[in-house]
C-alpha cells in the first residue's frame, strides 16, 4: 500500500493547561466552534478555550490555546456530550442525562433555567425543517426504552415537537430533516420520524462493537458495519459509495472531505472517499474521541486535545505526482472540485492533467498521454521543446513555470535509448498531425508544422509530401534548412512551390533530373516538372525550361503546351509564338498542330496547311525509306487523309502541287473532290487505286449534307466510269452490278436504263429494278396523300366561306369601326369572324381582331 500524506497531528490543548496537577481529570467530550474550542470534563467542568492558527516558515500548521474560563455545572458526573449552537449563542451540555442550555462565552446556565431531561445522546439537525433561524432542531436518546424525542431549542426555552417509537432501543442517532438514521440493538435503520417509514439497512451486533452513525451529507450518513467496513448509506437506504475498510474495533470516525478518518486504539487511519482505498496511517495511542467541526478535525485523548491539519490539496496531488501516481492524483484532484472556486480549479486541474500527460509520456504510456494532454489544452509546444532543434529558431516559446516535468530534453527523458527515442517521436508525429488543425494549433501552428516537417523528414515519411502540398504554416528557412540537411530536395522544391518561389522549384528538380543532386523521392520527376509547367501561371518560367523539357522528350514535352487549362489567357501563350518555339522539334511540333487543329479546333487556314504538309512530307519521307515500316506509313496516311477530308481550311491548290508525281492516289482523289472535281477523283479512285468501295465512300462523303440531285449525280458519275466502254471488264461490270444493287435510291432509274447494256439480263439487276419500282410507288403513293389533304383543307375553306355568306351585314351611319370608333363614309368594310366591322384602313394597320387576343388572318 502506498501512502499519502493527507493530514498532520498538531497539539491544541496540552495536559496542563487543561488538568493543571490534577491527574485524575480526564477529557470526556469536545466541541469545536470557529475559534472556540470546549472540553468536557469527567469532573463535571466545561473549559473554554481560544484557538489561535500560525504557519510556520516551513508550512507546517501550529495551535496556541489560550484558556478563557471554565464552569463546574453542579453535578457529580461526566460531561457527556457538548454542542454548539453558535445561531443562539448557545451550548448544549448534557450531562447526568439532562441538557442544559449554557451561554457560549460565560457559561452561564440561561436565567430561564430551560433544560432537557431524560436524554442518554444528543444530536443536532443540521438539514432543520422548521425554517425558523431562531431555534435549532435537537434530536435524543429517550431515557425511556425504545424512544426518540425531537425538540426546538429557542434561546431561554424548549420545546418538545414529536416523540418517534423504534423496534429496539436505539444506541445512537444522526438525523438529516426528517430523516433519522438509528443504530439499534442488532441493526442500522432509516426512519422518517414524520411519516413513521422506516427502512432497515443492515444488521450488526452492539455487544461485540460500539456503533457509530455519523451524517456526512445531505441525507447520506456513515456508519460502522459488520466486517471491519464502513458503510455509506443514503436516506433511501442505498449505497452510492463503495465501502471503506476500517480496523474491527474502530471507536469514531469524521469526515474531512475527500477523506474518511477512523480512530482506534493505536491507530489514526484515512481513507479516500473517491476510490476507497487507504492513505494514511498515524500513530496514535488511548484516542477515545473524534469528531470533525466544519472542516477542523480534532481528535483527543483522555488527556490532551490535538487537531488534524490538512495538508493542502494541491500540495497532496503534487506529491503523488512526484510519486508517478497518477490515476490517485486525478481521482484526488477532481474530488477537490467542490472545495475550490470555479475558475481556480479548471486552471489547477488543466496544469494537474498536464502533469500527468508528462509522466505517462515519460513512462512510454503513449495513448494515456494523448488524452490527458488534450483534456489538459496542454500549450503542445510543451511537448516539442523536449524534441531538440524541432522548435523553429524564430520561435519565442518558454516553456511553463514552474516546469510540468523534471526532463530537460529527450535525450534525458529516454536516457539515449535510440529505441525508446523512435517510439517517442512516433507519438509526437501522430500527435502533431491529430492537433494542428485543432483549436489546440491556434496562434502557433507554424512551431507545430514546421515540427511535423522536421520529424517526417527525418524518419523519410510518406507524409512529408501530403504535408507540404496541402495548406500548412512551416517557416521557409527553418524548413528548407532541414530538407536540404536531410537531401529531401523533392520535398524542398515542393516546399518552395509552396512559398511562390516556382523558379527556385523547378531548377532544383531539373537538377534531381539532370543527376547534379540525388534524390529518389520521384522516379517520374521529369514527368512531374512537365505537368507542373503545364498548368503554371508564369509564362517566363515556362519559357526558360521549354528546351530542357523538349530535348528530354519531345512527345512528353509538348504537353506544356496542349495540355494547358482551356481558361487561361491567350495571349500568354500564343500559338504562333509555340510554333516558332517548336521549330527544332518536328514531333513536338506535328502534335501541337494536331492540338489546335483536332482538339482545339482553330480555324485557321495556316495551321491546317501546315499540318497537312507535316503529314504529307512524313508519308513521303516514310515511303521513300527502304526501312519504313507499314504501321507507320498506314497511321500517318490515315492521319493525312482524315485531315484532308474533314477540313475546309487548308490550300488545296497547294497541296495538289506538292502531292503530285507521289504515289498516292486516295489523297489525290481526296483533293479532287475538295476542288468539286468529282469524274477525276473517282477515276482516281477506281482505275488507280483499284478500290471500289473507297469510290462509294466517296460519293457519300462528299454528298454528305447536300440535296438529292446532287448525290445522285456523285453516283451516276461513278456508274458512267464503271461502263464507260475504254475500260469495261468484268471487274467493273460486276462493280457496277454491285453498286445498282446496293444503292438503288441513290439513281433515277431512267437515267440508269438508257446507260445500261442490252445485253445484261433483268435477273441481274433484279435488286435494283425491285428497289426502282418500289422507290416510284412509294413517292406516287405519297403524292397522292399530299393530293387528297390539299382538296380537303381547300373544301373546309369552301364550307367556311359559303358560312359566312349566308348571314347579311347591316351598315348604317350609326354603325362605329370597332378599332377606330368612327362611323363608315362608304359601303366598304372588314368583317372579322366574330362578327365586328373594321374600316379598311384600320384592318391593314391592325391585324388582330379586336375582341380577341389571338392572331387571326381570315376576314
Known amino acids: 500500500m502506498m501512502t499519502t500524506k493527507a493530514f498532520m497531528l498538531v497539539p491544541a490543548v496540552e495536559r496542563e493547561l487543561l488538568m493543571g496537577d490534577k491527574e485524575r481529570i480526564n477529557i470526556e467530550c469536545v466541541e469545536c466552534c470557529g475559534r472556540n474550542l470546549y472540553v468536557g470534563t469527567s469532573d463535571c467542568f466545561v473549559c473554554h478555550f481560544l484557538l489561535e492558527e500560525k504557519t510556520l516558515p516551513a508550512g507546517t500548521a501550529v495551535f496556541t490555546a489560550t484558556k478563557q474560563l471554565h464552569r463546574h455545572l453542579g453535578f457529580k458526573k461526566p460531561v457527556t456530550e457538548l454542542r454548539a449552537a453558535s445561531a443562539l449563542h448557545r451550548l448544549l451540555v448534557l450531562c447526568d442525562n439532562s441538557i442544559t442550555l449554557v451561554n457560549m462565552l460565560s457559561l452561564e446556565p440561561v436565567p430561564s433555567g430551560a433544560r432537557i431531561k431524560g436524554a442518554v445522546a444528543l444530536a443536532l439537525n443540521e438539514n432543520p425543517v422548521s425554517g425558523d433561524p431562531f431555534c435549532v432542531e435537537v434530536c435524543i436518546i429517550s431515557v425511556k426504552r425504545r424512544t426518540i424525542q425531537v425538540f426546538m431549542v429557542y434561546e431561554d426555552r424548549v420545546q418538545i415537537v414529536r416523540e418517534v417509537s423504534t423496534p429496539e432501543q436505539p444506541l445512537a442517532v444522526a438525523v438529516d430533516g426528517h430523516f433519522l438514521c438509528l443504530a439499534l440493538t442488532t441493526q442500522y435503520i432509516i426512519l422518517n420520524y414524520s411519516t413513521g417509514d422506516s427502512q432497515d439497512l443492515f444488521p450488526y451486533c452492539s455487544e461485540e462493537k460500539r456503533p457509530i452513525v455519523k451524517r456526512i451529507g445531505r441525507q447520506e450518513f456513515l456508519l460502522a458495519g459488520p466486517g471491519g467496513l464502513g458503510m455509506f448509506a443514503t436516506v433511501a437506504g442505498i449505497s452510492q459509495r463503495a465501502p471503506v475498510h476500517w480496523s474491527e474495533n474502530v471507536i469514531g470516525a469524521a469526515i474531512c472531505f475527500p477523506y474518511v478518518i477512523a480512530l482506534d486504539d493505536k491507530f489514526i487511519t484515512v481513507h479516500s472517499m473517491l476510490d476507497q482505498q487507504q492513505k494514511q ?307 513536338a511540333l506535328v502534335r501541337y498542330l494536331e492540338h489546335l487543329v483536332v482538339d482545339r479546333k482553330l480555324q485557321k487556314e495556316e495551321y491546317h496547311t501546315h499540318l497537312a504538309v507535316l503529314y504529307l512530307d512524313k508519308v513521303l519521307q516514310q515511303r521513300s525509306g527502304a526501312n519504313s515500316k507499314g504501321a507507320e506509313v498506314t497511321e500517318t496516311q490515315v492521319k493525312l487523309q482524315r485531315l484532308l477530308q474533314k477540313s475546309d481550311l487548308y490550300q488545296v491548290h497547294f497541296l495538289m502541287d506538292r502531292i503530285q508525281g507521289a504515289s498516292l492516289p486516295m489523297e489525290r482523289a481526296i483533293l479532287h473532290g475538295k476542288l468539286e472535281e468529282h469524274e477525276q477523283a473517282l477515276r482516281t479512285l477506281v482505275h488507280e487505286l483499284g478500290d471500289f468501295s473507297a469510290a462509294e465512300d466517296y460519293c457519300r462523303w462528299r454528298s454528305e449534307g447536300k440535296d438529292l440531285a446532287y448525290r445522285q449525280r456523285l453516283f451516276h458519275i461513278l456508274l458512267t466510269i464503271y461502263l464507260s466502254p475504254g475500260h469495261s471488264t468484268l471487274e467493273l461490270a460486276v462493280a457496277a452490278v454491285d453498286l445498282l444493287n446496293h444503292h438503288a435510291m441513290e439513281f433515277d432509274a431512267v437515267q440508269v436504263l438508257q446507260l445500261l447494256p442490252g445485253t445484261w439480263s433483268v435477273q441481274l439487276l433484279c435488286p435494283f429494278l425491285m428497289g426502282a419500282m418500289r422507290d416510284s410507288a412509294h413517292t406516287r403513293r405519297t403524292t397522292q396523300v399530299a393530293l387528297g389533304l390539299a382538296k380537303s383543307e381547300n373544301l373546309i375553306y369552301k364550307y367556311d366561306k359559303m358560312k359566312l355568306k349566308e348571314s347579311s351585314v347591316r351598315l348604317s351611319d350609326e354603325k362605329l369601326c370597332q378599332t377606330c370608333q368612327s362611323p363608315f363614309c362608304e359601303p366598304v368594310f372588314v368583317r372579322y369572324p366574330n362578327g365586328g366591322l373594321v374600316h379598311t384602313h384600320c384592318a391593314a394597320s391592325r391585324r388582330t381582331d379586336p375582341s380577341s387576343p389571338r392572331h387571326s388572318t381570315r376576314t
Not at 523534471?406 to 507519438?427: I, P, S, V, W
Not at 502557433?444 to 504554416?473: F, P, Q, R
Not at 508564369?538 to 494547358?564: A, C, H, I, N
Request: proline letters at 5%.
Open 281 to 587: 496511517t498515524l500513530p496514535f495511542k488511548e484516542g477515545h474521541i473524534l469528531q470533525d467541526f466544519e472542516g477542523r478535525v480534532i481528535v483527543a485523548t483522555s488527556k490532551g486535545v490535538y487537531i488534524l491539519v490538512p495538508l493542502p490539496l494541491e500540495k497532496q496531488i503534487q506529491d503523488l505526482l512526484a510519486s508517478h501516481r497518477v490515476e490517485e492524483a486525478l481521482v484526488l484532484a477532481k474530488g477537490a472540485r467542490r472545495n475550490i472556486p470555479k475558475e481556480k480549479f479548471q486552471v489547477m486541474y488543466r496544469r494537474i492533467l498536464q502533469q500527468a500527460g508528462f509522466i505517462q509520456f515519460a513512462q512510454l504510456q503513449f495513448l494515456e498521454a494523448k488524452e490527458l494532454f488534450r483534456s489538459g489544452q496542454l500549450d503542445v509546444r510543451e511537448l516539442i521543446s523536449l524534441y531538440p532543434f524541432l522548435l523553429p529558431t524564430s520561435s519565442s516559446f518558454t516553456r511553463s513555470h514552474p516546469p510540468l516535468h523534471e526532463y530537460a530534453d529527450l535525450n534525458q527523458l529516454t536516457q539515449g535509448d535510440q529505441e525508446k527515442m523512435a517510439k517517442c517521436k512516433c507519438f509526437l508525429m501522430s500527435y502533431l498531425n491529430e492537433v494542428r488543425s485543432t483549436e489546440v494549433a491556434n496562434g502557433y501552428k507554424e512551431d507545430i508544422d514546421t515540427a511535423l516537417l522536421k520529424l517526417y523528414a527525418e524518419a523519410d515519411h510518406d507524409s512529408l509530401l501530403d504535408l507540404l502540398v496541402t495548406e500548412n504554416s512551416c517557416l521557409l528557412t527553418d524548413s528548407a534548412a532541414w530538407l536540404e540537411r536531410h537531401k529531401k530536395y523533392f520535398a524542398l522544391g515542393l516546399l518552395y512551390h509552396y512559398n511562390n518561389q516556382d523558379a527556385a522549384a523547378v531548377q532544383l528538380w531539373v537538377n534531381i533530373v539532370n543527376g547534379d543532386i540525388h534524390d529518389p523521392t520521384r522516379s517520374d520527376l521529369y514527368e512531374y516538372v512537365v505537368d507542373f509547367l503545364t498548368y503554371s501561371a508564369d509564362p517566363g518560367l515556362v519559357w526558360k525550361y521549354m528546351d530542357w523539357v523538349l530535348q528530354k522528350s519531345e512527345e512528353v514535352g509538348v504537353q506544356v503546351f496542349t495540355k494547358r487549362p482551356l481558361e487561361e489567357p491567350q495571349n500568354s501563350f500564343n500559338p504562333d509564338d509555340i510554333l516558332t518555339c517548336l521549330k527544332k522539334y518536328p514531333h
